[in-house]
């Protein structure tokens, strides 16, 4: 079944499980692709850049969760339109004219000044108004729907685990050295127990998958926001490297090493929650 959405739930889908609901939850907030009419014409990117700056298929990998009972939570908007991941005042004064506070964490902000590649985003910068349209109508469905379905795993369950999913590029920068096949964000350790850890850095280990916790990727403001784990909160990031199911040049998938990562997945959201923590 459907959790409650709010208003603009087209730019994002929400399921719970009719039966055997555990207490997590996965969020993928940037598989997106789609580019609503209203912003469009604010962009200056061309579909290659929306692709290269997704989280491609993230959202296929890990759709057999709800499967293994946990509610997901899946946007269907490009991360140009608006970037879930990012706290609502990472604002880039470059980016939006009149902001009354600008305080940015980075360039590419709640809304990106440029793509990873350094190009630009935006056609212009942004009114305040067409700013705050985009929030209004993208950013706070999406969390106001996380944090009810945060309440309902907490009232019913008395524990949350949020499964923040993500994908990476192979490397950091043209030539650089490669990255694990999977990266845990915790910020520290800080956003979730050291059990939840070691349950998933195991799991991948144990499938053959190389793992760094934190690095390069310590989870951004989903899992330092909403982890809480003296709270009964967990919140972890799951960061895959892309080049292990898709080819990096092309965006195209490696259907059967996604079958086989698919797997991998759906049997850690098992795990997790027979594990209960």
Partial sequence: MSFPLGKSASSFSAQRPKQGETHLI???????????????????????????????????????????????????????????????????SAIVRGHPAPRPQQSRGIVWRTTTDGLPVLSEPLSYDAFQARVSHYYRPYHDALKREIAHKRDHFGKVLVVAAHSMPSTGRPHGPRRADIVPGSQGGTTTSREVLSVIEEHFRQAGLSVAHDEPYKGGFTTQHYGKPREGTNAVQIEINRAIYADEKTSKRRVKEMAELSQVLDALVKKLALAGL
């Fill in 26 to 92: 996965v969020e993928v907030p940037h598989a997106g692709l789609n580019v609503p009419d209203d912003v469009k014409g604010e962009l200056h990117v061309l579909p290659a850049q929306i692709l290269r700056d997704a989280d491609l298929y993230v959202d296929e990998l890990w759709a057999g969760a709800g499967q293994e009972g946990a509610s997901t939570l899946v946007a269907h908007v490009s991360r140009y339109v608006i970037d879930l991941n990012r706290a609502e005042d990472d604002v880039d």
